[in-house]
Structure formats: structure tokens, C-alpha cells
């Protein structure tokens, strides 16, 4: 080996030596694979040109920082610390300012899709602090990264690189250019690849589902999600409960799917109470959340609204902290 080396040198070769004797790893074969695989398919089922493809993916970066934000989600937190992240006194004062100037607006929002104002604010609030945090990420980079570099979700993500393909070809984006949050999520809502082709609409009429920069698009787009997505107009979103009976089996009536498996009754009769001058219709579908406080555990009863909430994040965390900072909004512009 040595010898060889020496030879080399000898001769005068014009490359590092590091290169002489490189070979791909297994993992750069691996992703090689799977880059060629991803091509192929955008070919065969979307005709995109093979050459812009590959070239598109050559350009794009694997960013650790992305790898190390998806492994440290903020819902990871106990609600004792993820709540005041985003129940804040400067939110709330933009919030109330945002829907003061876009008024207008979501009247006409909530008229079309019977989603309220308040959850409309909330959710832009807590997504974006209303434009001013859009996310840093290039998006086509975020979604190269988690796509091709994070076996977890790649599936999940190499699906959403080929929305963002799709979405840059039918909106005229240019495709390395977009930034957005860690995992590829865009403009005001924060709407991933494949919600943004499917959930935004031209809200002011200008011919442009322009949810990068555009404020009514945002406001119509947001409630048009959660029309879409089961939103129930004037209907209750949560309530707060306690546990009368000390033997109930609470962790049995628990499950970390955010899909309801009870009814009302079914809580009821196992011990779980909320207030009197509630009512809830026994064969109602229910959902028994927890919360972690400093020193107690804080229960709540999520109706079918609250399940919609999840829908723009599989957080049930997130979903209480839309819909407090909601009720916080509407108390805030009744007394303005």
C-alpha cells in the first residue's frame, strides 16, 4: 500500500489521494437507489422531465439541523411547558390586531364555511405569529432531507416531495427558492405540499393560491381545511373534567390514538364529570384527553371539533393550544 502511494505521488496525479481509494458507503448506495427510484416514478406517473428531476434533487441539501428539529418536536413537551410557547400576551395582542385589520375577511370566512373567526386567527397565531415566522428551511430541502435521510417518515415524505413537484409546476414557485418550517411546511397556515394543492383557495379573486404572501388566501384556505375536514358549525369544541369516582380506570379510558372510541355515556358511567349546566348527548362520540400540569394531571373531553383540529396537526397538545388561545382572541376582541 505504501508502495503504491509512493507511486502515485511519483507521478504526479492531479486528484487527492482520499479519492484514489473512496468507495461509496452503503448508505449513499442506499439513497442513490432510492433518488433513481424517485425519478422514475415522477417520469412515469407525473411526465416530468427526467434530467430536471435529477438535477432538481442534486441541487437540494441534507441539512442535520432539519434531521435534528423532526427528532425534538415541541409536542414532545408536557403541556406545563407547551402551553406557554404559545399563550403569550404579545400573540394575543397581534391576534387581536390581525383580526381587527382582516375583519372583513373572515366574516366572509366564517359565512362560507361556518369555521369561526377565532379558530382561524388561533390557528395563523400559532403557526406563523400572523406572517411574521414563516420558517427558514428551503423547502426542497427539508423534504430531500426527511424524504432520503430519515427512514422513520421517508415514506411519508418522499410523498410530500412529489406534491411539492406538482405544486411548484401548477403555481409557478420557483422550486428552490420556497422556505419553509423544518418539515416542509409553507407560508402563512403553514400548509404542507399535498394540503396546500388540495385545501388553498383564491380567497380575494386575483387567480393566485397565494398562501406564501397573501393574507385573505391564508384565512380562506385555513377555514376551508377544516371544512373540509369535518369542521360542525357552532358546535363545542372541548370541556373541561374532573374524575368523581377514585376507582375509575382512567389510563383505560386513555389512548394515545386521536381517533374516539367512547361515548359520553361511557365516560359518564366510568366516573368523568364536567360541569352541570353542560350537556352532552349520551350516544355522543367523545374523546377523554389528559394533560400534564407541574403537579397534577388536568383532564379535559374533546368533542368532534377538537378531533378536527388534529387533522392540521396530529397533536392533541397543539389542538388545546389552538383552542384556548381561541377563547382568549374572542374574549379579547368582546371587549374591544
Avoid: C
Avoid at 20 to 34: G, K, L, R, W, Y
Avoid at 92 to 104: N, P, R, S, T, Y
Avoid at 310 to 327: G, W
Amino acid at each position: 500500500m505504501r508502495a503504491l502511494i509512493k507511486a502515485a505521488l511519483l507521478i504526479g496525479l492531479s486528484f487527492p489521494l482520499t479519492n484514489v481509494f473512496a468507495m461509496p458507503s452503503v448508505a449513499d448506495a442506499e439513497t442513490q437507489t432510492q433518488v433513481d427510484q424517485f425519478v422514475s416514478m415522477m417520469v412515469e406517473k407525473h411526465q416530468f422531465d427526467p434530467d430536471f428531476i435529477q438535477q432538481t434533487l442534486d441541487s437540494a441539501n441534507k441539512n442535520q439541523t432539519i434531521l435534528d428539529a423532526i427528532a425534538k418536536p415541541w409536542e414532545a413537551k408536557p403541556w406545563h411547558q407547551y402551553y406557554p410557547i404559545f399563550l403569550t400576551d404579545k400573540r394575543l395582542a397581534k391576534g387581536v390586531k390581525f383580526w381587527q385589520e382582516h375583519k372583513v375577511t373572515l366574516q366572509r370566512a366564517e359565512k362560507e364555511t361556518g369555521v369561526p373567526a377565532q379558530i382561524i386567527v388561533a390557528i395563523i397565531g400559532v403557526e406563523t405569529f400572523y406572517g411574521t415566522y414563516k420558517g427558514k428551511y428551503p423547502v426542497l430541502d427539508a423534504l430531500y432531507t426527511l424524504g432520503f435521510h430519515y427512514p422513520p417518515r421517508a415514506k411519508f415524505f418522499k410523498s410530500e416531495l412529489a406534491e411539492y413537484f406538482l405544486l411548484t409546476r401548477e403555481e409557478g414557485f420557483p422550486m428552490t427558492e420556497v422556505k419553509g418550517s423544518y418539515a416542509g411546511a409553507m407560508g402563512w397556515g403553514q400548509f404542507i405540499s399535498s394540503s396546500y394543492r388540495h385545501y388553498a383557495i383564491d380567497f380575494d379573486g386575483d387567480g393566485v393560491r397565494d398562501l406564501l404572501n397573501n393574507p385573505v388566501d391564508a384565512i380562506g384556505s385555513v377555514a376551508n381545511y377544516f371544512k373540509r375536514h369535518g369542521w360542525i358549525p357552532n358546535e363545542p369544541i372541548a370541556f373541561k373534567a374532573k374524575v368523581i369516582n377514585q376507582d375509575a380506570k382512567v389510563d383505560d379510558l386513555i389512548s394515545k390514538s386521536l381517533k374516539y372510541q367512547h361515548t359520553w355515556q361511557e365516560l359518564a358511567d366510568a366516573g368523568i364529570e364536567i360541569e352541570k349546566n353542560i350537556t352532552i348527548q349520551p350516544n355522543q362520540s367523545v374523546k377523554l384527553l389528559s394533560f400534564e400540569q407541574a403537579e397534577f394531571t388536568e383532564y379535559w373531553v374533546g368533542l368532534p371539533n377538537f378531533y378536527t383540529i388534529t387533522r392540521y396537526n396530529h397533536s392533541p397538545l397543539y389542538a388545546m393550544a389552538v383552542f384556548q388561545f381561541s377563547q382568549q382572541l374572542q374574549q379579547a376582541m368582546e371587549t374591544q
